[in-house]
């Protein structure tokens, strides 16, 4: 018998320098540490059984991050919180755990939207500059693809824009493992199109604020992909924090 569990989770300096998989490798120790009944993959090379919500890049900041650990023994929620704060490096957290069914969609499919909070100098200037471009045309950039460099309209990625002041932004992209707008490129974008300069684009940090997932009771029936904002509920918020 298994019994799996949600942790939110924050990561903070100096963790968000550690690349995804250095990340899965910390949380692995991290578990060891704790004495945790996790249950491991069968094989020469076993694995504890982790699966996260969405990777982030190198530099990410996050206070809504997500992983679901796979147990084989029950354990109580506020204690699991506990037990792995007193195992995880500086500047990772554990907020809030909940036990959840085992059955149904991954974590990463049932991920949707992002916000990201945007803070540096020229930012408000770049995104008015951006904003500004008629729609229909496209907000170009280039990323890496199976080894190839390809060009990407990030336009139809991005929400919701809000200028909060001069240099901070809050946006809310597309994102899961279908369509991600990561920061990197809006920033590339904002320089491209917007007109920041590429020393303030480098030195602008990035928070994840909150992760969302689309209501499976709720569907719009546009058909263009972009859902209505009363459609995006939180990971906890399935009823009974329980994968659909």
């Not at 069914?101 to 499919?109: D, R, V």
């Not at 200037?125 to 008629?134: E, K, M, T």
Request: charged residues 25%; without cysteine; glycine residues 8%.
């Amino acid at each position: 018998m298994s019994f799996e569990y949600r942790l939110r989770f924050a990561r903070r300096e100096p963790v968000i320098w550690l690349g995804h998989l250095d990340m899965m490798r910390t949380f692995e120790r991290t578990i060891r540490r704790a004495g945790l009944p996790v249950s491991w993959s069968q094989g020469f090379n076993p694995r504890p059984h982790l699966e996260f919500a969405l990777p982030g890049s190198v530099g990410l900041a996050s206070e809504d991050d997500y992983v679901d650990i796979l147990m084989t023994e029950p354990v109580e929620e506020r204690l699991l919180v506990n037990l792995l704060n007193s195992s995880f490096p500086g500047g990772l957290q554990g907020l809030e755990a909940r036990q959840i069914t085992a059955e149904g969609p991954s974590l990463m499919s049932l991920i949707t939207a992002s916000d990201y909070l945007l803070q540096g100098a020229g930012l408000a200037a770049a995104a008015g500059r951006l904003l500004a471009v008629p729609e229909g045309q496209p907000w170009p950039a280039e990323k890496n693809s199976k080894g190839k460099r390809v060009s990407v309209d990030i336009r139809p990625l991005l929400l919701t824009l809000a200028i909060e002041s001069e240099d901070r932004l809050l946006v809310r992209v597309k994102a899961g493992s279908r369509e991600n707008l990561r920061p990197d490129l809006l920033l590339k974008v904002l320089a491209d199109l917007g007109g920041l300069s590429e020393q303030d684009a480098a030195d602008i940090a990035v928070t994840r604020k909150l992760l969302w997932i689309r209501d499976p009771a709720r569907t719009d029936g546009k058909g263009d992909g972009r859902p209505d904002m009363d459609q995006l509920i939180r990971p906890f918020d399935l009823t009974g924090a329980v994968k659909p």
